[in-house]
């Protein structure tokens, strides 16, 4: 299980996915909808990514 928390400090925005194919696929949309950002670049996306996902749920 993957989990997003938008970094933005107006914004509150988090939830998860079993993938984070799945999760990147709805923060495409958050950013899109909720920042206005009509096309992210890749240096964002390596941002996004590196920041505000984790994986959850993982036993040892």
């Keep these: ?11 509150r925005t988090r939830f998860t996915a079993p993938t984070e194919d ?3 696929t709805e923060v ?6 909720k920042h206005r950002v009509a096309k992210p670049t890749k ?3 390596q941002f996004v990514r590196d920041n ?9």
């Design 22 to 24: 799945e999760l990147m």
């Design 1 to 11: 299980m993957y989990e997003f928390r938008c970094g933005s400090p107006v914004c």
């Design 52 to 60: 505000t996902i984790r994986e959850i749920g993982v036993k040892p």
């Design 28 to 33: 495409a949309r958050h950013v899109v909808v």
């Design 43 to 45: 240096s964002l996306v």
